[in-house]
């Protein structure tokens, strides 16, 4: 069982920047693959970025290379989005996912576990 909690949401002004944590319990968060969503009013959650169990491997939608970071630290037991150059059309809830298997890394039924999500809002 593993659990998931965000944090770092916030309202930013657009070209700013935020640092979004996903803290997991349990023992076994290193064998889990790691992947953030989103999802604004009235569309479907939507992938963001993934990274491998071992970190190894990073994984962005287009509309976010180049200004998102995944990462992870293990001994914390945590995972990160760092997000740049934020525009008002990255306005939504962020959540983190956990999943044990490898495979379609942007496709949420194949995540086991999730948060509860953390509101970023970035203003024009």
């Known amino acids: 069982q593993v659990q998931l909690v965000e944090s770092g949401g916030g309202l930013v002004q657009a070209g700013g920047s935020l640092r979004l944590s996903c803290a997991a319990s349990?023992?076994?968060?290193?064998?889990?693959?790691m992947g953030w969503f989103r999802q604004a009013p009235r569309k479907e959650r939507e992938f963001v970025a993934a990274?491998?169990?071992?970190?190894?491997?990073?994984y962005y939608e287009d509309s976010v290379k180049g200004r998102f970071t995944i990462s992870r630290d293990k001994a914390k037991n945590t995972a990160y989005l760092q997000m740049n150059s934020l525009k008002p059309e990255d306005t939504a809830v962020y959540y983190c996912?956990?999943?044990?298997?490898?495979?379609?890394?942007?496709?949420?039924?194949?995540?086991?576990?999730w948060g509860q999500g953390t509101q970023v809002t970035v203003s024009s």
């Open positions: 996912a956990a999943r044990l298997y490898s495979g379609r890394h942007y496709y949420p039924p194949e995540y086991d576990y």
């Open positions: 349990g023992r076994t968060f290193s064998s889990y693959g």
């Open positions: 990274i491998t169990w071992s970190g190894g491997s990073t």
